[in-house]
């Protein structure tokens, strides 16, 4: 456990105006000394990304997207955002291949294009995986985290600008968490399947899944994890401190 741990906040389809005055207190969080090595990045739905960049300029706190499109340039795709437009507003990050736009149809191909289209524009990228209860029950998890992490990276050279996101379906919004002896098992065989494919030294590995202030002392126990996405749970700035301050401490 090292104190420059990566807390991402994932709103999804979430907040309005007002609710962005709650980051102030993150804010002061991260201005004190013990907490400001934490790489705090929020992830607000779009509408929200100019406001927040605002409200935290000057901080040590980032801004990512939760999505982008796979064209790298202008286009007809109506509703859609793509990597540049999300960089020229000054976001630095940006989600891709989480379960539910997998769900609606980001197949491996499809990440695979927003990850170089992203990687192009010089985002950074949180690259979700993970497996549904289905293909957990039947133990095909590995496999499909290997063709998820394998499709996604094809053809791509290897570079320090993705965080994978461990992100069991089964878990998310669920309140369940994987037991802490299989998600460590699961996040060294995770890093291999990286290793293996990219000769990458140090893969930053995150766990994503129902985080909150209640299991958290436990989940920060697991060696090799890098940080947290975090759903509802940072939603609410005093849970988001609170998962943050256990964390560190
Ligand atoms: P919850 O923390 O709400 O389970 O969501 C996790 C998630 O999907 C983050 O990307």
Same mark, same amino acid.
């Given at each position: ?22 980051i ?18 929020y ?7 100019d ?5 935290t ?8 997207? @939760?999505?982008? %499109?796979?064209? @790298?340039?202008?286009?007809?795709y109506?509703?859609?955002? %793509? ?14 291949? %989480? ?38 029950r ?11 992490i ?43 399947? *990286? ?37 509802g ?10 998962? *943050?301050?256990k964390?560190i401490?």
């Amino acid at each position: 456990m090292t104190n420059n741990m990566f807390f991402i906040a994932n709103w999804k389809m979430f907040g309005d105006l007002k609710s962005v005055n709650s980051i102030k207190k993150v804010i002061n969080l991260s201005k004190t000394k013990k907490y400001k090595k934490a790489q705090i990045i929020y992830c607000p739905p779009y509408t929200l990304i100019d406001k927040i960049l605002r409200i935290t300029k000057n901080t040590k706190i980032k801004v990512g997207a @939760q999505n982008c %499109h796979y064209s @790298q340039s202008d286009g007809p795709y109506t509703g859609s955002i %793509h990597s540049d437009l999300i960089k020229s507003i000054g976001a630095k990050y940006v989600i891709i291949g %989480h379960s539910e736009n997998r769900v609606l149809g980001d197949t491996n191909q499809i990440i695979n294009l927003k990850i170089k289209s992203a990687l192009k524009k010089k985002l950074k990228i949180i690259f979700c995986i993970g497996e549904t209860l289905k293909e957990k029950r039947k133990k095909k998890t590995n496999l499909i985290l290997k063709s998820q992490i394998y499709g996604a990276l094809k053809n791509i050279k290897k570079n320090n600008n993705i965080i994978f996101a461990y992100e069991p379906v089964w878990s998310i919004g669920t309140g369940i968490i994987p037991k802490m002896e299989n998600l460590e098992k699961q996040v060294i065989i995770i890093k291999k399947l *990286i290793i293996n494919f990219w000769k990458l030294k140090n893969p930053k590995i995150i766990y994503g899944g129902s985080v909150n202030p209640k299991n958290i002392a436990e989940l920060k126990k697991i060696r090799s994890i890098n940080g947290f996405l975090i759903g509802g749970a940072s939603r609410n700035s005093k849970n988001f401190i609170d998962i *943050i301050k256990k964390t560190i401490n």
